[in-house]
């Protein structure tokens, strides 16, 4: 089964708990910050920061909201990354989470092209720029733990039950039981269907598009095919034009050539005199 | 200067300058091999593609697009008074690719992983099919351009079997290239959502590789002229303008084209939002397709010297603006952050680009490229449309 986790934005207080077990359990170096005036810290995702709290004030007539979302890799039922990769650096595990080989599986094949990084919708995979052998990093769902059978660091240590682990399929079925029991939500489960559906599941009482969420690129609702079926539909004409276009272009040849009068091409060219 | 028996390369003020841009790019390159891409380029997590993989590689592929399109029309429908461009053509595109190659070795983090692609297959990536295409393509043109070097290094053994494997390597060499020119292309439909939707169609392969197929006559045209000029010869404007009818028919196809798939993805109305994208787009589609188109069609500018040339440049400077709209004015909003290439950056490619000069100088000057003098004016049996350049 894969397994997947609910965020319910609701209940989140903005902590940071999560932040801190994912620096810890993955041993990712912390860096000084900057005064900022907001309450984001870092910011934004990167090769050290695999998740990060981000905060939103939505005004709602005279009422302010506050909401504090958790981002990560949101670990695709069909990753862009995985497809994109020509080593296949990057691979869905049967459990569910999108792990990168070179450091989670021992296997160094990672060429450091980036396409994964352009191929995520997301814009989730971070790029070591300041080492002279980078990696590519993101958040790999705890993969070690979750093969213990132990929830991802994370999740362990909300305080708020902001984050469920579980089957993704239940946590679907919970996410909508909660939403039909509580007018407050909004009737949109985010990463149900984004891109072909994502292992980590969103419910909240604001319209996602105020999160940070993508819900439509220029006045289109986003996709709900995966990036690889769209790629797939492409791609798999290849051996078809490569077979058929060689074909065609050998008989061209073949008919003109008896028409045409040979050369000896030798002849024809002789090398610039730039004396 | 002469270099060992065989060659000679002179030295001029130009070339030397040349040579400066060459070793500032090579020191820039070792510093990052060293130091890593951060120390040298402005790239970032938002922006992890930018000069080199944007105009180096996509727009350096594109330019070498003559390399495929001369050599359908030559050697496969034997339209033979094409031959005088065939070999520059050949020999332009190989730098083109190499310059890719160098781009691409310089801008990928964990270089010396760059064989795996060879034996852990990602299949299911477009980027795989661009790299086994490009490599086995850069393959058959250093192969054929063998063909060439044993003229000059008569060694019969090899000479035989090459000989027997042309054929073969020519179709090879249109059918490799006109799968990787689309497969760039396909590289953005992952971008879905992201890139502007004036750029990104499930057509965006066929738009690529179309452009470079028809970018190929115009590019032939530029360098044909170029290099004319540069060594006090006649260009050869007959062929060139007969080039024309070629890139006129496909501009034309590419331009109704590009109207029916934006009208049937709902999106034409994009193009007159006003937005930085659009008037981007309109320039494109403007200045670069339909007034080539125009001038083409005109008798009286496509046979004049200047005038081919002119609507030539528009057609290749279009092609660059159209990639670089797709890697980087279409991204811009969805991406976020900004990006501009460090002088480093900048210094790598002028490095490059210098180097293509003059290595292209150096092998016609030593090598059989261009075509006889006396060929070029028109009297010889296989050039010339009727009339006199």
């Known amino acids: ?275 | 200067m002469q270099l060992g028996r065989h060659f000679t390369f002179r030295m001029t003020g130009f070339r030397k300058l040349l040579i400066l841009f060459v070793l500032i790019a090579v020191a820039a390159g070792l510093y990052r091999f060293v130091f890593g891409l951060g120390a040298v380029t402005n790239l970032s997590d938002e922006w992890p593609w930018g000069l080199w993989i944007g105009f180096d590689l996509l727009c350096g592929i594109a330019l070498a697009g003559g390399g495929f399109s001369t050599a359908l029309i030559v050697h496969v429908l034997h339209k033979d008074k094409y031959l005088p461009i065939a070999r520059a053509a050949l020999l332009t595109s190989l730098l083109g690719y190499i310059i890719s190659m160098v781009s691409l070795f310089l801008d990928i983090g964990r270089w010396f992983n760059f064989w795996r692609p060879f034996f852990y297959w990602g299949f299911h990536s477009v980027l795989f099919e661009v790299f086994w295409c490009i490599s086995l393509y850069t393959t058959v043109q250093v192969l054929e351009f063998g063909e060439i070097f044993f003229e000059k290094f008569r060694v019969p053994f090899l000479q035989k079997i090459l000989h027997k494997a042309l054929p073969f390597l020519l179709i090879l060499g249109i059918v490799l290239p006109s799968l990787h020119q689309s497969s760039l292309g396909s590289l953005y439909i992952v971008a879905i959502d992201r890139l502007y939707p004036l750029w990104w169609s499930m057509l965006i392969p066929f738009f690529f590789v179309w452009s470079a197929f028809f970018l190929g006559p115009a590019m032939v045209t530029v360098e044909g002229t170029l290099a004319a000029r540069a060594y006090g010869r006649e260009p050869e404007t007959p062929v060139f303008s007969s080039l024309t009818k070629v890139t006129l028919v496909m501009l034309i196809i590419y331009l109704i084209v590009k109207i029916v798939d934006l009208v049937y993805r709902g999106v034409l109305g994009m193009a007159f939002n006003g937005s930085f994208e659009s008037n981007m787009f309109l320039i494109e589609m403007s200045l670069f397709i339909i007034l080539p188109i125009i001038m083409y069609a005109t008798p009286s500018i496509r046979n004049r010297q200047n005038g081919v040339l002119i609507a030539s440049i528009l057609v290749v400077v279009g092609v660059i603006f159209n990639r670089m709209n797709v890697v980087f004015t279409g991204m811009a909003k969805a991406m976020g952050g900004s990006y501009f290439p460090s002088i480093w950056e900048w210094a790598l490619t002028i490095g490059m680009w210098s180097g293509l000069i003059l290595v292209y100088c150096f092998i016609v000057e030593n090598f059989p490229i261009l075509a006889k003098e006396e060929h070029a004016h028109g009297s010889s049996h296989s050039v010339g449309t009727g009339f006199n350049a």
């Open chain 1, 1 to 275: 089964m894969s397994k997947g986790v609910l965020v319910d934005v609701t209940r989140c207080i903005g902590c940071r708990s999560c932040q801190v077990s994912c620096k810890s359990w993955n041993d990712l170096p912390a860096k000084l910050g900057e005064f900022s005036n907001n309450w984001d810290s870092p910011g934004k995702l990167s090769a050290d920061t695999w998740t990060n709290v981000n905060y939103y004030i939505i005004e709602e007539g005279d009422q302010l909201k506050w909401r504090f979302v958790k981002k990560q890799c949101m670990h695709c039922n069909e990753p862009a990354c995985e497809s994109a990769c020509f080593t296949h650096s990057f691979v869905k595990t049967k459990e569910g989470a999108v792990i990168y080989k070179p450091t989670d599986a021992n296997k160094d094949y990672c060429v450091g092209c980036r396409y994964c990084m352009i191929a995520c919708p997301f814009g989730v995979p971070g790029f070591q720029w300041d080492k002279a052998f980078p990696y590519v990093l993101k958040c790999r769902f705890c993969y070690d733990r979750m093969q213990e059978g132990i929830e991802p660091a994370c999740v362990t240590s909300c305080p708020t039950q902001t984050l469920t682990y579980g089957d993704r399929e239940e946590l679907l079925a919970l996410a909508w039981s909660m939403i039909n029991n509580d007018p407050r939500y909004v009737k949109h489960v985010y990463g149900e269907k984004e891109y072909g559906g994502t292992s980590w599941l969103y419910i909240s009482d604001v319209p996602f598009d105020k999160l940070g969420f993508r819900t439509e690129a220029y006045g289109q609702p986003v996709t709900q095919r995966s990036i690889p079926s769209l790629t797939w539909d492409v791609l798999k004409w290849t051996p078809y034009i490569f077979f058929g276009w060689g074909a065609v272009l050998t008989i061209m040849r073949a008919y003109t050539k008896r028409r045409a009068e040979v050369h000896d091409e030798s002849e024809l060219y002789e090398p610039v005199d730039n004396k």
